[in-house]
């Protein structure tokens, strides 16, 4: 799954040719869920604090995150996206 952003103990990643709607993955520790790149839902589970800070980083980066989605969906490079600071 390649990784476009890595902060805080976070990786967001996601995979080529994924099925909508357009999400990316979230992993921290153990835990794993899929956020939904225009509404923000989350659907897994995770660390109250890490989601937290998943959802700002979102809210900063969901022009770029629409073009990551439509370049994995094409099998392209994916671009890294600045980590939360």
Request: with cysteine.
């Amino acid at each position: 799954m390649p990784e476009v952003s890595r902060f805080l103990g976070i990786v967001i990643a996601m995979y080529y040719r994924d099925h909508g709607p357009p999400h990316f993955h979230a992993l921290c520790g153990g835990a794993e869920v899929t956020v939904e790149i225009a509404t923000g839902r989350m659907k897994g589970n995770f660390p109250p604090r890490a989601s937290a800070h998943v959802q700002e980083w979102l809210v900063l980066h969901r022009e770029e995150l629409w073009m990551a989605w439509e370049l994995a969906r094409d099998s392209r490079p994916l671009p890294r996206i600045e980590p939360l600071e």
